[in-house]
């Protein structure tokens, strides 16, 4: 079993960066794909990136590519979500979730076993 904890989300104003990093427990980690997924107010919740367990393999959301990317360190149990040039829309509580599954990325929340209880991400204009 996984437990995930997210940290790093704030506010920021729109073209400015943060960092999401995702800690996990658990002797599997690097035997999971992991995941980060947001939702909106009022929206239904939404895949963002995702990275395979050795981190060979990315996969992100069309509203994100080219501005955030995804990465971990196994040694540390740690996914990280670097996000740039941020908009208002961005602005969501973000989930980091993990899959117990080696290499295939999916967008499909029902994949993923665990999840964290998410973190706040703020971006005005």
């Known amino acids: 079993q996984v437990q995930v904890v997210e940290s790093g989300g704030g506010s920021v104003q729109a073209g400015g960066s943060l960092r999401l990093s995702c800690a996990a427990s658990?002797?599997?980690?690097?035997?999971?794909?992991m995941g980060w997924f947001r939702q909106a107010p009022g929206k239904e919740r939404e895949f963002v990136a995702g990275?395979?367990?050795?981190?060979?393999?990315?996969d992100y959301a069309a509203p994100v590519k080219g501005r955030f990317t995804i990465s971990r360190d196994n040694a540390k149990k740690t996914v990280y979500l670097q996000m740039n040039n941020l908009k208002p829309e961005d602005t969501a509580v973000y989930y980091c979730?993990?899959?117990?599954?080696?290499?295939?990325?999916?967008?499909?929340?029902?994949?993923?076993?665990?999840w964290g209880q998410g973190t706040q991400v703020t971006v005005s204009s």
């Open positions: 979730a993990a899959r117990p599954e080696s290499g295939i990325i999916t967008t499909r929340q029902v994949a993923y076993n665990y």
């Open positions: 658990g002797r599997s980690f690097s035997g999971y794909v």
């Open positions: 990275i395979s367990s050795t981190g060979g393999r990315t």
